[in-house]
């Protein structure tokens, strides 16, 4: 499966930005999806997920209550809508597919978008 984020960009402090997450493929479907992010010389952080039936759902407390997952699979496509945004979420952010559960850690994502950068300033 490949998979292609983007929506990244520049945005002030307080504002919102929405990234997608195409995929290449039909099996899309079977597959839970997340959202990560890094910042150049820190590890990959878990961002959120949700499962392929988009029942199951799971957020990092630090961005829990601002961003908001979501997935179409007629479209096999996924979103992250981020309202809300302060300087600590400049990152870049990846997309990234899974193949049981709904995962956190990286290990356990089997595919990877290139990134997308986010940059929110103050």
């Known amino acids: 499966v490949q998979l292609q984020a983007s929506g990244g960009g520049l945005v002030q402090a307080g504002g919102s930005l929405r990234l997608s997450c195409a995929a290449s493929e039909r099996s899309f479907i079977n597959y839970a999806m997340g959202w990560f992010r890094q910042v150049l010389g820190k590890e990959r952080e878990f961002v959120a997920a949700?499962?392929?039936?988009?029942?199951?759902?799971d957020y990092s407390d630090s961005i829990k209550g601002r961003f908001t997952i979501s997935r179409d699979n007629a479209k096999n496509t996924v979103a992250l809508q981020m309202n809300n945004l302060e300087p600590e979420d400049t990152a870049v952010y990846f997309c990234a597919a899974a193949r049981w559960g709904v995962p956190r850690t990286v290990a356990e994502y089997r595919y990877w978008g290139q990134g997308t950068q986010v940059t929110v300033s103050s």
């Open positions: 949700i499962g392929w039936d988009s029942i199951s759902t």
